[in-house]
């Protein structure tokens, strides 16, 4: 239907409504939560000053004044617990750190204290690679990816990869693209979610593991928690302040605990 309006201040109203109609809509399904980039994941030591002191020491973090470990603009915050479980058993599998010289920093691993799962060896069409567990539990995939250097990936293992991927593309946003033009994944700036198959195997939340959730910086973390809340994602703790942010807890189908924070300072 064609709508004709008169010139002057009616045309300029119509304009307008045409202006917000376009920046307001989205796809029936996905949440406006006004994602800005990959943030932080918690990890659950025994140990906080320890652990500070081997991620800085093994794999080449940088402690922050404010007690966090940070490779590049993704941080670590480190949370007491009295139990280790490992994140091979959740559905956070593993992170993926990228370095440049990756044998020098397997040389230092070796005497860390830290499991080697799968020794250095290069992955054809990939990149040259290493599995390794961490004492608490945290199992890592060391990459050498001069593409993507830093904090490179977060991996899950799902019952349907494809489905994952969509709940977050949908949820969160990112880039959906394929990682070395061979797998898929969602790209947030310079972090990678990756998915592949647990093949029926029945792994656990990441609420009590040692990889404990998933975090992106979001423009207002009321909004994206209304806007979540309104996609029937399962609500753990609504929005609420802490230390220069605020913050709120969800949980994905898959038991994967996603958190949505801003700060305040910034």
């Not at 860390?112 to 390794?132: C, H, K, N, Q």
């Not at 593309?169 to 198959?197: I, Q």
Request: aromatic fraction near 12%; charge should be negative; proline fraction near 4%.
């Amino acid at each position: 239907m064609l709508v004709k309006c008169s010139k002057g201040k009616h045309q300029g109203l119509w304009s307008g409504l045409l202006f917000l109609l376009t920046v307001t809509y989205l796809p029936l399904g996905q949440a406006d939560t006004g994602t800005v980039k990959y943030d932080n994941l918690h990890i659950a030591v025994t140990d906080t000053e320890a652990a500070k002191d081997w991620y800085t020491t093994y794999l080449g973090g940088k402690l922050g004044d404010d007690g966090l470990v940070y490779f590049g603009e993704t941080y670590i915050r480190f949370v007491p617990t009295d139990e280790i479980h490992p994140s091979s058993e959740s559905v956070i599998d593993h992170i993926g750190l990228s370095f440049a010289d990756l044998e020098a920093v397997m040389a230092k691993i070796e005497s860390s204290g830290a499991t080697v799962l799968s020794p250095l060896r290069s992955a054809e069409g990939f990149f040259d690679m290493a599995y390794i567990e961490d004492p608490w539990g945290v199992k890592f995939e060391l990459v050498e990816d001069s593409e993507w250097p830093g904090f490179h990936h977060i991996h899950l293992r799902v019952p349907d990869p494809e489905t994952t991927l969509n709940w977050y593309e949908d949820k969160l946003g990112g880039s959906r693209e394929l990682f070395k033009g061979r797998l898929d994944g969602l790209r947030f700036d310079g972090v990678w979610l990756l998915a592949s198959s647990s093949d029926g195997q029945k792994l656990a939340s990441s609420a009590n593991n040692a990889i404990r959730n998933l975090a992106w910086e979001v423009e207002d973390v009321v909004v994206a928690s209304s806007a979540l809340q309104s996609q029937g994602v399962k609500l753990i703790s609504d929005s609420r302040p802490f230390q220069n942010l605020r913050y709120a807890f969800f949980e994905d189908p898959d038991g994967v605990r996603v958190e949505v924070l801003h700060y305040v300072d910034r």
